[in-house]
């Protein structure tokens, strides 16, 4: 139905009970207005420049995507003041609150992210593929991947990319990944960015010639 309290909005949610409609417009405001008779109920002037925005179940809490800055941020819908925020490497397109009120999802491209807003950072990022493989990585580097998976993760360090099977018996850790995905941390653990470059490996002092059908 059209609500004609809410004027301009770009995007629209119902709460989970359907009781309530929550609306922001290209001009930051924030509106909630009653479902059933679409009477506005509260507006909130220049607060969220969105570009996708969640409600929590019980309605107290709004996860927003920022169209101007990079970041995630939650907002307290009874008094429209912002709260935490987690600033995103990779501009989120759209984002949806969990049940805890604390861990989120953002899909960001080709690739969804969970993240915590207890600890201010991406838990693990999920990529999957048109073969139907798929990759679970940490920001520490920690992983877990489907069979064919791997295939598509490579290590660059400086000008050199190296194959992910450099690092496997050290980094592929689907324990650790669960950890990070319940809220656990990772910090005691060493990252990928902190191991040496792989020994590169090259032929030395070669004859000149070879007079033998043999090489010793």
């Known amino acids: 139905r059209k609500m004609e309290s809410i004027k301009g909005a770009n995007l629209s949610v119902y709460s989970a009970n ?3 409609v ?3 417009d290209l001009y930051g405001n924030f509106y909630v207005a009653d479902a059933a008779t679409g009477k506005l109920l509260k507006r909130f002037a220049d607060h969220i420049y969105t570009a996708s925005f969640d409600v929590s179940q019980d309605r107290k809490t709004l996860i927003a995507a920022d169209l101007t800055f ?3 941020s939650l907002w307290h819908t009874a008094t429209g003041k912002k709260g935490a925020v987690i600033a995103v490497d990779r501009p989120a397109t759209g984002v949806m609150l969990n049940a805890d009120g604390h861990t989120a999802w953002a899909r960001q491209w080709i690739s969804a992210s969970q993240y915590d807003f207890r600890t201010g950072k991406e838990s693990a990022q999920f ?3 048109a073969d139907g493989e ?3 990585i940490t920001p520490e580097g920690y992983y877990n991947a489907s069979p064919g998976g791997e295939r598509y993760l490579s290590v660059r360090v400086k000008d ?3 194959g992910i099977e450099n690092y496997r018996e050290a980094f ?3 324990d650790l990944v669960k950890i990070a995905l319940a809220g656990g941390s990772l ?3 060493r990252k990928l960015g902190d191991i040496k470059q792989p020994p590169s490996v090259q032929i030395v002092d070669t004859p000149a010639s070879v007079n033998t059908d043999e090489v010793m």
């Open 18 to 20: 359907g009781q309530y």
């Open 22 to 24: 929550y609306a922001v």
């Open 70 to 72: 990079p970041e995630l």
């Open 127 to 129: 990529i999957s593929f």
């Open 134 to 136: 798929w990759i679970v």
């Open 160 to 162: 050199q990319v190296y």
């Open 172 to 174: 592929f850790r689907p």
């Open 187 to 189: 910090q005691n653990f």
